[in-house]
């Protein structure tokens, strides 16, 4: 092949190194801003912040394995028969199932946190019903892969009918649980601005466009990984060892987004002719709250003075325009 696997692991683990690093950097953001700018009595309460501690630990040793591999093959295994390509065929190694082993586990963190948000935006269950069965089976498909690693035949590569099957499938499910729940966020949130947009006068829009452009970044990704896997190129690698960090990125860059003010209810912050980062008027940061049985109303809502949470705000008509409005406590919080 043109581009042998031995190439493909060295530009993987170059690819790999520099998203770790930006991961990394905006790690150490995302922990600043859920320790210190949530308004949380005790912050290390929140799921949120142990997500993010799980999957960078999951990134890290998965770097860790990927160079623990590049060292073997080239350095103890070179002269070898069949040098570093032939290693890295062994599929049954223990740090290729090793390293597989946290790739799935961070593909299926990924999706788990894609479908709860969901599930926050919505606040009903049946919405998430068809994901949740995606991501059942994708959580299968990884495991189907696990094993077949173990018992595939000697230097057997990766492109084998005995793996396809289950490589496709993860592959599939895992992008189709990404774009549905993506659909989904963005959707229920136009909905939510169509409703309040002509009494309220603030705009979601920036946050669709953020979840669409987080949702976009991993499935186009994704779209490019099965593709390549399909044509049996082994520059597949690249991105199989890419998504890992690229997990990570786009899950702490959204919450980094909203907790600094960058994308809020009034749009997008810039910054002025002097260079000071400026908003279209008052931040007003937005979080998703947790559902509650009652999650229609709004008037019963407590709010913290400055926050607005993405509850399942409307249910009202886009007539209101026309009926008296009520003073909730959203409306209040948005007018000042």
Request: with cysteine.
């Amino acid at each position: 092949m043109p581009f042998p696997a031995d190439e493909a692991k060295i530009v993987s683990i170059f690819i790999q190194t520099l998203l770790y690093g930006a991961y990394t950097v905006v790690y150490i953001l995302t922990m600043w801003v859920l320790l210190t700018r949530r308004r949380k009595s005790n912050p290390w309460r929140d799921p949120m912040l142990w997500i993010s501690i799980v999957m960078f630990v999951v990134a890290t040793m998965h770097i860790g394995v990927n160079y623990t591999r590049i060292i073997m093959a080239f350095i103890i295994y070179r002269n070898e028969p069949g040098g570093p390509a032939a290693f890295f065929n062994e599929l049954s190694n223990f740090t290729q199932i090793f390293g597989s082993t946290l790739y799935i586990a961070q593909t299926v963190i990924g999706d788990s946190v894609v479908l709860f948000r969901c599930y926050l935006v919505w606040g009903t269950a049946w919405v998430i019903v068809v994901p949740f069965v995606l991501l059942l089976g994708s959580t299968a498909s990884g495991i189907g892969i696990l094993y077949s690693f173990a018992r595939v035949v000697p230097q057997a590569d990766i492109f084998v009918n005995e793996l396809q099957h289950w490589i496709t499938a993860f592959f599939a499910l895992t992008l189709a649980t990404n774009i549905i729940c993506t659909s989904l966020v963005a959707v229920r949130i136009w909905w939510i601005n169509r409703s309040i947009m002509t009494f309220l006068g603030h705009s979601y829009y920036p946050i669709i466009f953020l979840v669409l452009e987080s949702g976009a970044v991993y499935s186009a990704t994704l779209t490019a990984l099965l593709i390549l896997y399909k044509a049996g190129s082994w520059f597949q690698y690249v991105l199989l060892d890419a998504i890992s960090p690229i997990v990570g990125l786009v899950f702490s860059m959204i919450i980094i987004r909203i907790g600094l003010g960058i994308t809020t209810a009034r749009g997008s912050s810039g910054s002025d002719t002097s260079g000071h980062l400026t908003t279209a008027g008052p931040r007003i940061p937005i979080s998703f709250a947790q559902p509650t049985r009652n999650a229609s109303t709004l008037d019963d809502t407590v709010y913290s003075p400055n926050e607005l949470q993405l509850r399942d705000l409307p249910t009202r008509s886009p007539d209101l325009k026309d009926e008296q409005k009520p003073a909730s406590p959203v409306a209040r919080v948005l007018d000042e």
